[in-house]
C-alpha cells in the first residue's frame, strides 16, 4: 500500500465537527481563518471537540505560524521542511498549497531538502532552515556549527521565532497525524504528489 493510500484508508479518531456546532468563541476564530484563507480546515473541525485548548491552541498558531519579524515566506518554509521531516502528509500540503498562492518558486518548494546547496535559498534560508531540521530531528544534539551559524545570522528575537514556528508546526503535525485527520476533498491531488514524495 502506498503512502497516499494509507492516508486516504484511515479512519479519522474523532468526527470533524461542522462550523454551526463549534463553540462561541472558537467559532469567531474560524469565521476570520476563513475570511484569511477561504476555507475550514478538516484539522479546525477535528479540533473543535476541545474547545478551550482547541481556542488557544489555534490563536498560538495563528500567531506563531505567521512568523514574526521572520516574514510569511520565510514561516512558511519552515513549516514546510518541519513537515516535511515529520512525513505529515495532511500538514505538507497545507504549506506547499500556502505557498503556491504567495506565488513562491516551485523549484523551491520542490527542492525543499536541498535547501542546504540548491541555489533557489538564500544564505538566511540555508541557515534558518538547517536550525528548524536540526530542532525537528533531535533537540538535544544541535551541531554546533548549526547554533554558530544561526547566531552570526539571526538576532536573538529570530533565533526565538524560527524555534516557535518548527516547534509549533511539529505539534500541529502530530495531531494532525495522530488524529489522523483526513484531508480536505480540493487538495487531494497536491496530497497525493506530496505522500508520493515521501516514498
Not at 497516499?4 to 476564530?29: G, Q, S
Not at 505560524?65 to 516535511?84: D, P, T, Y
Not at 547554533?147 to 508546526?169: D, N, S
Request: include cysteine; glycine fraction near 6%.
Amino acid at each position: 500500500m502506498s503512502k497516499f493510500e494509507n492516508f486516504m484508508t484511515r479512519d479519522c479518531l474523532v468526527p470533524l465537527i461542522e462550523l454551526e456546532d463549534f463553540a462561541p468563541a472558537y467559532k469567531a476564530l474560524a469565521k476570520e481563518n476563513i475570511k484569511r484563507t477561504g476555507r475550514l480546515a478538516n484539522s479546525a473541525k477535528a479540533m473543535a471537540h476541545g474547545e478551550e485548548l482547541a481556542l488557544a491552541a489555534r490563536k498560538f498558531f495563528s500567531v506563531v505560524g505567521a512568523g514574526g519579524s521572520l516574514g510569511q515566506e520565510l514561516a512558511l518554509l519552515i513549516r514546510l521542511i518541519v513537515s516535511n521531516l515529520k512525513s505529515c502528509v495532511y500538514c505538507t500540503t497545507h504549506q506547499v498549497n500556502a505557498l503556491a498562492q504567495m506565488g513562491l518558486a516551485e523549484e523551491k518548494i520542490k527542492n525543499i531538502h536541498a535547501f542546504e546547496t540548491h541555489p533557489a535559498f538564500s544564505k538566511e534560508e540555508r541557515v534558518a532552515l538547517a536550525f528548524a531540521s536540526a530542532l525537528t530531528l533531535d533537540s538535544s544534539n544541535i551541531d554546533d556549527d548549526i547554533c554558530a551559524h544561526l547566531k552570526a545570522i539571526f538576532p536573538p528575537k529570530q533565533r526565538v521565532e524560527i524555534a516557535l514556528v518548527a516547534g509549533a508546526m511539529a505539534f500541529f503535525n502530530s495531531f494532525n497525524d495522530g488524529l489522523r485527520v483526513p484531508m480536505e476533498e480540493g487538495a487531494l491531488d497536491v496530497a497525493e504528489a506530496v505522500a508520493d514524495s515521501f516514498e
